[in-house]
């Protein structure tokens, strides 16, 4: 089990992320309640294509982020290619973070097509 203080910093980011995407006039977001453990899927609940998982923590866990990602877009009812991995480079502060996207390849070559 995670402690408050770790859960607590996950809660901010996924937060910011959320202010990140209305900020780009991207639709309102929100926190998924429970984090994707519950009904709905993903830590972010919003208008987008993509499902998304959020992480802010010291060590990556990349394999294990994507998978979790990719299953968590299969059991939402999306396209188990629909994901979307945001991660925070722990080395910057978490006020002015620096952030970074990871997904499948082909969407992002389709995104790149439009």
Do not use: H
């Not at 990719?70 to 910057?92: C, H, P, V, Y």
């Amino acid at each position: 089990m995670l402690s408050k203080s770790i859960r607590e910093k996950g809660k901010r980011f996924e937060k910011y992320i959320c202010g990140e995407i209305e900020a780009m006039g991207l639709g309102r977001s929100i926190r998924t309640p429970g984090s994707g453990s519950g009904k709905n899927k993903g830590d972010l609940f919003n208008n987008l294509d993509f499902l998304i998982e959020c992480k802010n923590q010291k060590v990556y866990k990349m394999n294990e982020w994507i998978d979790q990602s990719k299953r968590q877009a299969e059991q939402g009812n999306w396209s188990k290619e629909k994901w979307a991995l945001i991660f925070r480079d722990f080395r910057t502060p978490e006020t002015n973070p620096e952030v970074y996207v990871t997904i499948d390849l082909y969407q992002f070559l389709e995104l790149l097509k439009k």
